[in-house]
């Protein structure tokens, strides 16, 4: 088979898709990756290497600019045209919208689509955004082969709203994590560490996580409270003023973006994700597990099922900070 992969962001592709497209590709099918600004750098080079061709879309993960969303989907629309695919997978918000929008379009045979969480425009602030969002998956999911989600709350409120038939849909936990990689390690000496890792937006519970840090410093000392990840374009994005000043009082370090998290797992006690941004299956937690450490995340959609609360670590409320100063205490 001719698969096409559509992704809104390179690296995602080798980061948590890498092990899919090698099994496609051992299995014999001509597999091409497409994305904004692919073909140049690493990971084109990483796809190439393991047998993935590569095509530049033009595509913006955020934004509801429609001059640019139509340029999207015309694009697309051609592309698999000329290709002409035999089977389209897209996983994140507008790569599944537009992609299968222009694969029935296109004629594509087999159209599959992956939810990976519901994100900022099913949120209690989208607005707008999140009734056109709601409208445009129904267009494009409507004629969809397969729909897979990563949590059971995100397919309920999908087939509840009539924007999936519950006849195409499955449930896979996660984006999974290569045990090779991401293995055992003992816990750190020196102060009890709090990590939190996610892309720099309110919803991942950023402020929530600095405003515990200090109830905490309140109550004990010797402790570390570390910030990693990117600044980000969403609406709701962390500013880098709020981050320095944060840095500045010494309530938390920040450890910027990095390319590979292992090393920072390594050096912390506990995990935790404070999040009501609509997750699919957190990878950082998954991560963070495969590593040994306790995990504390809110008991939401998508976080909720990576914790056995009291076992492995604790499920709190959302945007609560005395509660999640109350389960690092």
């Not at 998954?286 to 604790?314: K, Q, S």
Request: hydrophobic content about 45%; aromatic content about 8%.
């Amino acid at each position: 088979m001719k698969i096409f992969i559509v992704a809104s962001a390179p690296q995602s592709l080798t980061n948590f898709r890498g092990p899919l497209l090698k099994r496609l590709v051992a299995l014999g099918h001509e597999v091409t990756a497409l994305a904004p600004a692919i073909k140049a750098g690493d990971t084109a080079n990483e796809l190439r290497s393991i047998g993935v061709q590569v095509l530049n879309v033009p595509l913006r993960r955020t934004g509801m600019n429609p001059i640019s969303d139509l340029q999207t989907l015309v694009v697309l629309s051609f592309v698999f045209i000329r290709y002409k695919p035999d089977l389209v997978f897209a996983y994140t918000a507008k790569p599944v919208i537009y992609s299968l929008l222009a694969a029935i379009l296109a004629r594509v045979p087999r159209r599959t689509a992956m939810i990976t969480g519901l994100g900022f425009s099913f949120g209690s602030q989208a607005g707008w955004v999140g009734r056109v969002t709601r409208i445009l998956y129904r267009f494009a999911l409507k004629h969809a082969h397969a729909v897979v989600f990563q949590n059971p709350d995100d397919l309920e409120e999908f087939v509840s709203e009539e924007l999936v038939p519950a006849t195409n849909t499955w449930i896979v936990k996660g984006s999974g994590v290569d045990l090779d990689k991401y293995q055992p390690a003992p816990l750190p000496s020196g102060p009890t560490t709090f990590l939190l890792i996610a892309r720099l937006i309110q919803d991942k519970g950023i402020e929530e996580f600095v405003a515990a840090a200090r109830l905490m410093q309140k109550r004990a000392t010797d402790l570390r409270f570390i910030i990693v990840g990117p600044f980000d374009s969403n609406p709701r994005s962390i500013s880098p003023t709020s981050m320095q000043t944060w840095v500045d009082e010494r309530i938390i370090e920040y450890a910027g973006a990095v390319a590979d998290v292992r090393p920072l797992l390594r050096e912390c006690h506990v995990y935790v994700l404070p999040s009501y941004y609509r997750e699919g299956t957190p990878r950082t937690v998954l991560e963070a597990m495969a590593t040994g450490r306790a995990i504390i995340t809110t008991d939401a959609p998508g976080c909720r099922e990576t914790v056995e609360h009291g076992r492995n670590g604790f499920l709190i409320p959302v945007r609560d900070p005395a509660a999640l100063a109350d389960a690092m205490f």
